[in-house]
Every structure is written in C-alpha cells, then in structure tokens.
C-alpha cells in the first residue's frame, strides 16, 4: 500500500488509517489478518480510480502497523489534512479511543470498514467504533465484506465515493407505539419503584478497553433512577486476600457438584491449573461481599486491562454472577447468605449500558416469574445456514449456565487465551440451549439515553456446524446460535450501536419486551422496535 502522496491527482487519495489493541501479542497476532484486509481495499478502490493511502507506516520494531495508544492516534492525526476523505479499516478488536479525538476533529467523509471474518474479530472492533461515534456524534459512513468483491460492498464503495455517505436499509426499526394495557400498567410501575428505590451500579473501574460508547455520564443516568458507586479494581484485589482458601474451595467444590468440568493442565503460562480456579473463586466471593457492602444492585469489573497483570480473569465469576442458582456467599464472619436466590447482575467489561439494561431486564423478568439470569455478548458473526442468516454470539466466558444446554453440567471451564490473559483463569464456556429469547440494547444517541428491542431464537446446529463456528472464533468462550427476527444481516449491522447485545429467554417474548419496553419508556428512556416483536 503507498505510504505517501503518489498519485497526480490529490483528489482521487483516500487516507487509510487503523487502530488495534493495547497488547503488543494482540497486534502481531491478527497483523496478517489486517494486513489482507488493507490490500483487498487497496485494490477496490483502485478499481474505482482511488488510491488509498496509509497515514503512517508498519513498524518494523512491533512488527505491526496498527495504532496502539491515544497519543500515537493524536499524533498521527496531526499529519492527516482535516478535509481528506479518510477510511478506517479494521480486521480486529480495536481500541476506539486511539482514534475518536481524531475522528471528532475531522472535518472530510469518514468510512469504517471491516472484514467479515469469525476468526479475526473486526466486526467487533467496527461496532465498537460505529457505537463510539454515534455517541460522540461524528458523522460516517460504515461498510463490510468478506472479500470486498461482493456487489453489497461494491455498491456501497462507489456510493460513498461518489456523495461521501452510504445510505443503508433500517425500514426495520420504527418508534414505539400504543403498548398492550397489562405491559404498559406493570412497566410503569416497576419504573416507579425504581425511582423511588434507586438503583446502584457498581462500577470497578471506568471505560473498559476504550469502549467509550459503553460509559453513561451521569446526567443521563440519574434520571432513570440509576446512580454509580464508583470502585477501584485495586480494592477487590485487597478483598481478595481476606478470603480464606476454605471459603474458596467451597465455591469450586460447589461447581464441580454442580457438573462443571474444568479442563486442567499443569502450565500456568497456557493451561489450566487449579489454583487458577481457587483464585477465580476468591474474586467471586469478594466481588459479592463489596457489591453488599455498597448497596449495589449491579456490578462491572473493567478486568482489562487492570487487573489482567494481577488476577485471573474474571469472565468464570461474572458467569456465576449473573446466573440465578449459584454458588452461596456468605458476609465476612457472619452465616448471612448474601443476595440469596438471585443473580448478583454483573456487566461484562464494565459496560454500563449493558448494566442499565441488564438491571432492567431483572426487574421485569422477575415481576413476570421468568428467570432473570441475562447477560451480554458480543456481535461476533454470522452465516447463512439453510434459510436463516444465523448469527454466532459469543462473549468471553460470562454467560450464566442457566442459558446454556445442559445447564450447569453442560459447563466447561478452559484457560482463557494467553495472548489476552496472561495470568489465565477458566472461562464458563457452553452451548446457548434452545429457546425464544428478547434481545437488546441501550446506547446514547444526541445526549439521550435510547434502547433498541427486538425478539430472536437461540437455534440448535448440528454438533459439527457448532464445532466448525467454535473452531472459527474463540474455542475457550460460550457461543450462542441467534436469529433476529425480521432483520437481514446488513440491517442489523447498519443500524446496532455497540459490539454487544444482551439476551434473555422468555417463553413469551412479546409479552415480556411489551413491559420492558414501557418500564424503559417511563424511565425516560428512548425505545425503538426492530424487526419482529410479536408472534
């Protein structure tokens, strides 16, 4: 790819520009990946008489050439002509916040891309930025292809080349309508017990990874009747130290009664060990006592990238968490059960909008004596199979096992991937069980709190498609085989504000987003139905 101006014509460059992880291991590993994607663009827009310019070139030092801090994205922004037609192309999770002062400062048209791939997750680093940017309200354009030689890419391209916008189909989500009765009565009355019992989210450390689509300020949040109780990883480190090995050893034995196998090795540096496990284990029940200490009703580790160099991760205790029948912990020194019978709701990757939703959800799941064990994933991919577009959700391991086949027997720990989690620790790994389901999310959109609600099935596959989509993404992690009901793979693309979506089973979907839908509405929050939402 050129690196410098090389065509006579400035009008026909393009400036090209990426942004990758903090974690060197992360960068060099899906360097390849990114380094394909950038020619196959180099070629399309050359097609179409462009040249596509890389702002900065491959460190020959790292090995990689993504950019991988704020200062370094500021920097290289700084040599970018404000008015240029700038192109963002992803092929992995990337940080947004390497890129976004830049980005909010540019003036010219902006395009994100990604590739469509299960294995390299760019769709995840591209929703992220997408959702970043609505927030931050950054105007762009957003588009993906699995090998940029499809007519959906094509068109696109040439349209964006030609007016600087894409105009995508989101016919699929409309304004919410006249609510049923009963739906419309519960919800605004959980609403109102909300705000006169507030609620607190526990927040162990703000803006995980860079997800700055995922921070609510608190403006927006008080309103609904939602405060922060802002907490430092650091402090559950320490509270992690006064759990005994005996207090632990009960949660893990507690676990293995339960069915869960735990697939050990004897290399920390790439296996499983136990002491992993015995660790995990403390930060379950310490993040339970602290979460009781401050009143929360939800919780969210940030774990990367603090604690990643002091603790195992925490995907095995947030899945606990978030599950309804779970491990007892009890208060320091004391036989009090704490929050007994009930998920201890927890936010993967501190993403308070998740939080607000899942805190929502247990509210009216509960009313409506569903279980109200829910949690969030990521966007990872998706195919065809059969007639269905079948999305592949994944998240790295906090999924509840009351979500999953077999439940807590179908549960299989594995050591989280050391290119991420250097100091390991067992994911809660399992296949999404069979079932209608409501799916989710909140976002911030012209300084407003908004919710996109639609319904969806959790689907079974045959053991060897399951296998073939493990094997292609994250081994370690949960999957769950989703359908959006009446929304097409580049609607939902075009339209979702975030790299996750929360998902929670009901066995009567309409009924339970109708009420989740006016409890959001009479918090003040924005709802807008997508595709299907009615049998």
């Given at each position: ?6 065509s006579e014509d400035p009008s026909n460059e393009i400036y090209l520009i990426t942004s990758g992880d903090l974690r060197l291991s992360a960068n060099q590993v899906c360097w ?341 064990s829910t949690t969030l994933h990521d966007v990872r991919w998706g195919e065809q199979y059969g007639d269905d577009f079948i999305w592949l959700l994944q998240i790295s391991g906090a999924a509840p096992p ?134």
């Open positions: 790819m050129p690196q410098a101006s090389s390849p990946a990114q380094q394909d994607l950038e020619t196959r663009l180099t070629a399309a827009f050359a097609a179409n008489g462009y040249t596509l310019i890389r702002a900065f070139p491959v460190d020959p030092a790292t090995g990689h050439g993504f950019i991988s801090s704020q200062r370094m994205g500021m920097d290289i922004f700084m040599t970018i002509p404000s008015d240029a037609r700038l192109v963002f192309a992803t092929a992995a999770w990337q940080y947004s916040h390497h890129v976004l002062p830049g980005l909010r400062a540019h003036s010219g048209p902006i395009l994100t891309v990604a590739n469509w791939s299960g294995q390299w997750p760019g769709l995840v680093g591209l929703l992220n930025l997408n959702g970043s940017l609505i927030k931050a309200g950054v105007a762009f354009s957003s588009i993906w292809s699995v090998d940029f030689t499809d007519s959906f890419f094509l068109n696109g391209l040439a349209q964006w080349l030609q007016t600087g916008a894409i105009a995508h189909d989101t016919t699929h989500v409309r304004p919410l309508g006249e609510l049923p009765s009963e739906a419309a009565i519960l919800g605004a009355k959980l609403a109102v017990q909300l705000n006169h019992r507030k609620a607190i989210l526990g927040i162990f450390d703000e803006g995980c990874m860079g997800m700055y689509n995922a921070i609510i300020d608190d403006e927006l949040l008080n309103p609904a009747g939602i405060f922060k109780e802002r907490l430092s990883q650091s402090a559950l480190i320490a509270r992690m130290r006064t759990v005994t090995d005996e207090e632990a050893t009960a949660v893990y034995n507690w676990l293995k009664e339960k069915g869960v196998h735990f697939d050990f090795g004897t290399d920390p540096a790439t296996e499983l060990t136990p002491q992993q496990v015995i660790e995990q284990c403390k930060m379950y029940i310490a993040a339970v006592r602290i979460a009781d200490d401050f009143g929360c009703d939800a919780i969210g580790i940030q774990y990367q990238q603090g604690l990643k160099d002091m603790a195992p991760a925490s995907d095995l205790v947030e899945g606990i968490c978030n599950n309804s029948t779970r491990p007892p912990v009890f208060a320091e020194n004391s036989s009090r059960e704490l929050f007994p019978n009930a998920p201890v709701i927890h936010f993967n990757e501190v993403d308070e909008c998740a939080g607000v939703d899942a805190l929502i959800t247990n509210r009216v799941w509960t009313a409506l004596g569903l279980d109200p009351n979500h999953f086949v077999d439940g807590w027997a179908g549960a299989t720990s594995q050591r989280q991937p050391a290119m991420y989690f250097p100091l390991g620790g067992g994911s809660l790994k399992g296949i999404g069980k069979p079932g209608a389901m409501v799916w989710s999310r909140v976002f911030v959109e012209a300084g407003a709190l908004h919710c996109d609600l639609g319904t969806g099935a959790i689907v079974s596959l045959p053991a060897e498609e399951t296998e073939r989509r493990w094997r292609n993404t994250t081994y370690q992690w949960p999957i769950m085989h989703a359908i959006f009901h009446g929304i097409s793979r580049d609607q939902f693309m075009a339209r979702h504000r975030a790299n996750h979506v929360n998902i929670a089973y009901a066995e009567d979907p309409a009924t339970a987003l109708n009420t989740k839908a006016a409890m959001m509405n009479a918090l003040g929050i924005q709802v807008h139905l997508c595709g299907l939402t009615s049998a």
